[in-house]
């Protein structure tokens, strides 16, 4: 934090609170499309508080065992000015990346990392935590405005909790989700469309060792379709990568099936489309090349539509108002990832990600500082302090 720095809005209740709830929710294994018990600790929380929480069916719709919960505290009335209350929305999700293993969160030099060899769950559970602490502080002690809180499902595929999710539904002019790996104080205004593409090759099994010239290979061909793209960062906008490959029945076998996926992330969406067709069109050669003569099925989907954020637009106003109140001069980024931030911009539902201090996220070795949690809090207080202020005229 800079050296003009704010004081804090929390006290030692709260930052013992977010600690030791924050080891407790990343213990609790929620890999997307198993966020039930996640869902049910955050139900229990807030209940807990006097707070209702409504479940959708996104559960059913997306494979998850559970679905978006949406909670509403309202105002109090002392603190609104007299004139009715606005609203204001913030979102966490409640999935993880899967687990490479085990979680048990431990402390080293202020940091929260995983013990094991694997993802700790800040993403997103440090934002979780922020949010059920921010119910707790403002049950206690009253918010100027109507708050709405959101926890999606299935975020980590494709966003699909958030695209399920009925935002007409939300009250709020506009939100804030905290899901950018990347230091406290940068807003993302903008962020790429995605597409998800599936090669599916078929050729001919023939035995390996006595009649090969019989077969055609569809690893050969998945393979030499994957040389053909370019992978990688492609420009500052651009990424394509190839994630997953799959094929073959035996090592003595000429193999007949093989696929592979691969996405394209671009922040301008007539080259995602562009490059979409041209990955189209080489996995198409390289079935065709004669050695592997093999037939292809593509399947291409917009997983999420990427957005571009006016400067000016009230929701970054007031999250850039908010990050200097708690003494952080704010840094507007382009990502090259989505959030539920795009599925709901998409909805027509305006929403800013903001980053939430975690580090590695994906990754093993991920990690988040003690001070980035009890930061986060402060900050999603100032947005509650700095939108009701908007909606009162104030600094406009």
């Known amino acids: 934090m800079s050296s003009g720095a704010a004081v804090s809005r929390v006290g ?19 890999p997307s499309g198993r966020e ?49 209350p606005a609203s204001v929305m913030l979102c966490a999700h409640l999935d993880t990346v899967p687990l490479q293993a085990p979680v048990e ?12 060899e694997g993802i700790l769950g800040a993403d997103n ?27 999606t499902v299935a975020e980590e595929t494709a966003l699909a909790g958030a695209l399920a999710f009925e935002a007409s539904s939300l009250k709020s002019a506009f939100g804030y989700v905290f899901d950018h790996a990347s230091p ?45 793209l370019p992978i990688g960062r492609l420009d500052e906008g651009t990424t394509v990568n190839v994630g997953m490959i799959a094929g073959g029945t035996a090592m003595n076998v000429v193999p007949e099936h093989s696929s592979f996926v691969a996405e394209v ?11 979409v067709a041209e990955i189209v069109d080489r996995v198409h050669e390289a079935a065709n090349i004669p050695d592997c003569d093999c037939d292809v099925d ?29 003494g952080r001069e704010p840094v507007r980024i382009s990502s090259g990832g989505g959030s539920d931030a795009n599925a709901l911009i998409a909805a027509g539902f305006q929403t800013v990600n903001l980053a939430n201090g975690t580090e590695r996220n994906h990754e093993p070795g991920e990690r ?11 900050v999603a207080l100032a947005l509650l302090e700095q939108a009701a202020e908007l909606s009162r005229g104030v600094g406009r």
């Not at 992330?265 to 490059?275: G, P, S």
């Not at 990427?306 to 708690?326: D, F, K, Q, T």
């Open 184 to 228: 406290i104080g940068e807003v993302v205004i903008d962020s790429p469309s995605h597409y998800r593409l599936q090669a599916d090759f078929r050729g001919a099994a023939a035995h390996a060792g006595i009649r090969p010239e019989l077969g055609r290979n569809a690893i050969l061909a998945a393979a030499r379709a994957i040389a053909s």
């Open 105 to 116: 969160p431990v402390l080293l030099d202020g940091f929260w990392e995983n013990e094991h």
């Open 298 to 326: 593509v399947n291409v989907q917009r997983s999420f539509a990427g957005y571009r954020l006016a400067g000016n637009s009230p929701a970054v106003r007031v999250a850039e108002a908010a990050l200097r109140a708690c």
């Open 368 to 378: 988040v500082g003690v001070a980035a949690l009890e930061e986060m809090l402060d």
């Open 125 to 151: 559970k440090a934002a979780i935590v922020v949010l059920l602490a921010l119910a707790r502080h403002i049950c206690r002690e009253g918010a100027p405005l109507d708050v709405e809180l959101l926890f």
């Open 12 to 30: 030692a209740l709260e930052h013992r609170y977010l600690s030791g709830t924050f080891a407790e929710l990343c213990r609790i294994e929620s």
């Open 265 to 275: 992330r671009a922040l301008d969406e007539e080259r995602a489309e562009t490059l």
């Open 36 to 84: 039930g018990a996640c869902g049910e600790r955050v139900i229990a929380e807030l209940r807990a508080l006097g707070v209702s929480v409504q479940e959708d069916d996104a559960g059913a719709r997306t494979g998850s065992d559970c679905g978006n919960l949406l909670a509403r505290i309202p105002a109090r009335a002392e603190l609104t000015a007299g004139g009715p």
